[in-house]
């Protein structure tokens, strides 16, 4: 039993499946290929990240193919609904990354507060020369504490987030399009574990009261942006904006303007249109703290990913550990 691994499995997920019986192959196959290569090898299942596109046109071509596993939680790079019709299952592991895209999300609004960021690439190149002109220009930071982070998606990943910010002392509200009534814990070595609940407010209260926003929506089905001029516009002055969800769902146009017009103090980007070619001038904007899609990408994420979809290809083929 043969699945190809096109995005790559961590060694963990790997060993627990060639230990139930199946052949992992990690060669990346390009998508022009992919068809071909499924039929050729035979492979039964294929498992892929947010590189490699599973559409109609190859479920078509592969009868034999039992399932798609998505390592990570957006699964718009695959026609599910589609796959589900003719039979082929569709998973993904939602519950493996939160903990490391909430991480992340935190750190860039503190790298956002402080300027970390630009004062990173600068200090190495005219800091020794300039020092007391680069201490002016990144002494105007603001603290995280006593302000009110608002997070647009309220799923596991939204919670993981608001349980890092409500430790760092930040109000937190959140807006879903369904309401979540379940506290946020938060498990504090030597406290134990503390519930909070975090108040639901409607979209645009949310966007007009709140100093930080996240976003934890997965990209529209009609490709529309979640946060565009409109929504931008009723934001306080000086927002900072955090997106590690999918691009798209920020108007990356509208954001430049509201850059360029102090509208938005900062905006942290792990996901951009176009991956993986992304606008090169909204990377150079010395406003915008960009990283290449790693939200989900720690060590200890990449385990649980293998490992949760070894468990759930063991599942679907009645495979026992």
Known sequence: MKILANDGISASGKTKLEAAGFTVVTTTVEQANLIDAIKQENYIGVLVRSATTVRKEV????????????????????????????????????????????????????SAARFTHDANLLMPSTGAEDFKVLKKKYGKGIELRGKTLGIIGFGRIGRATASYALGCGINVVACDMMEITAPVSLDIP??????????????????????????????????????????????????????AARGGVINES?????????????????????????????????????????????????????????????????ITA
Do not use: W
């Open 190 to 243: 030597g406290a134990g574990k503390i519930d909070v609940q975090v108040k639901q407010v409607e979209m645009d209260e949310l966007i007009k009261t709140c100093d930080f926003i996240s976003i934890h929506v997965p990209k529209q089905a009609d490709g529309s942006a979640v946060i565009a001029a409109k929504e931008l516009a009723q934001m306080k002055d000086g927002v900072i904006l955090v997106n």
């Open 59 to 110: 479920i078509d071509a592969c009868p034999n193919l039992k399932f798609v596993g998505r390592g990570g939680v957006g699964m718009d790079n695959i026609d599910v609904a589609y796959a589900r019709e003719k039979g082929v299952e569709v998973f993904n592991t939602p519950a493996s990354s939160s903990q490391s895209v909430a991480e992340l999300v935190i750190g860039q609004l503190f």
């Open 254 to 318: 509208d954001l430049k303007d509201a850059l360029a017009s102090g509208k938005v103090r900062a905006a942290a980007l792990d996901v951009f249109d176009n991956e993986p070619k992304p606008d090169a001038e909204l990377l150079a904007n010395p406003k915008i703290i960009s990283t290449p899609h790693i939200g989900a990408a720690t060590l200890e994420a990449q385990d649980r990913i293998g490992e949760e979809l070894a468990e759930n290809i063991m599942a679907i083929m009645n």
